[in-house]
């Protein structure tokens, strides 16, 4: 009988997530294919904070702006949906109730306990209940529409890997920003170049599940553990456009191993980034501070126009 290594990594008390472990995994091994820019060939030792604000960057803009994003998305069908499927009923009923409860709050605080104010508050409540009853008579049509707006919103992105505006809403302080600007040369032609051809088939969200694995499979029993992690997969399909982990083992077992050469990694390069907070934050303000003085914006003339949408061919 073949016996499975538990699906148990345990994540290096330096790091705060797996997210964290893959992302900057494939940033280290695309700057080590590309070798340091420009700007930092006199600090080698500021790789490490560069490397640790583009994994970063790869989170934020995979998992946390995606689950704004999607949130928005199913929020702006909600209304439209109740209103059409509820007809002239339920906008009169919602119009009344918005106004019923306006009139109630008129009367605090000094009338509460009066006739009116209790008269009030009845028909507030009677609208109120009409309103919901209504609501969730037609909560099935909302979620069926709400489902049909995430998937027209994913046919039209790329789930994994990482498209050439990827870091086009990045602020313009950001370290994407600042080196795309700064040593435009080495970031598009060699560093963001092999950057995409590593993260083709990545998503951060592989780490988030490697996060909620140990909790997956404390639910359930071994024989049902891929059809508990195709159920969790699929309830995160629609927040982040992520297929699922593809071979969860697989990735579970190489993950520790991941973990352990990225640490040697910031080790080497920058003793203490990892575990030391004042070593990580005085190399972040140095990294920023050596980027935003070779950043050709600063020496932009005001009334003059910037660059042209050009400039990084």
Excluded at 52 to 62: F, L, M, P, S, Y
Excluded at 117 to 135: C, D, G, H, K
Aim: glycine fraction near 6%.
């Amino acid at each position: 009988m073949v016996q499975l290594r538990p699906l148990h990594p345990v994540l290096p008390n330096c790091f705060t997530s797996w997210s964290q472990v893959l992302t900057d995994w494939h940033v280290c091994g695309a700057l080590a294919k590309s070798g340091l820019p420009p700007s930092l060939a006199s600090h080698p030792e500021l790789a490490a904070p560069f490397v640790a604000e583009i994994g970063r960057a790869i989170c934020v803009q995979q998992i946390d702006r995606q689950s704004i994003q999607t949130a928005l998305v199913r929020e702006r069908v909600v209304e439209p949906t109740y209103n059409a499927a509820g007809g002239p009923d339920y906008v009169a009923v919602c119009h009344a109730m918005e106004q019923s409860q306006n009139r109630y709050v008129s009367f605090w605080p000094t009338n509460i306990s009066s006739p009116d104010a209790i008269v009030s508050r009845t028909e507030m409540e009677r609208l109120q209940t009409e309103y919901f009853a209504i609501r969730h008579r037609h909560a099935p049509q909302v979620a069926e529409a709400q489902n049909a707006a995430l998937q027209h919103y994913w046919s039209n992105k790329s789930g994994r890997g990482l498209g050439d505006d990827f870091f086009a809403d990045s602020g313009t302080d950001s370290i994407p920003a600042l080196m795309s600007r700064g040593d435009p040369s080495w970031w598009w032609r060699k560093f963001f170049f092999r950057l995409q051809r590593r993260c083709q088939r990545f998503h951060a969200a592989d780490g988030v599940f490697l996060d909620h694995l140990p909790a997956i499979r404390a639910r359930i029993s071994a024989k049902k553990l891929s059809a508990e992690v195709a159920e969790w997969s699929r309830s995160m399909s629609n927040r982040w456009g992520w297929d699922g982990p593809g071979h969860y083992r697989m990735l579970a077992d190489r993950t520790a191993a991941k973990a352990r050469t990225l640490r040697e990694w910031y080790e080497t390069c920058a003793p203490g980034y990892l575990t030391d907070e004042d070593v990580r934050g005085s190399l972040d303000s140095r990294l920023v501070a050596l980027l935003k003085s070779r950043d050709p914006w600063n020496r932009v003339i005001p009334g003059r126009m910037i660059e042209s949408e050009h400039w990084r061919k």
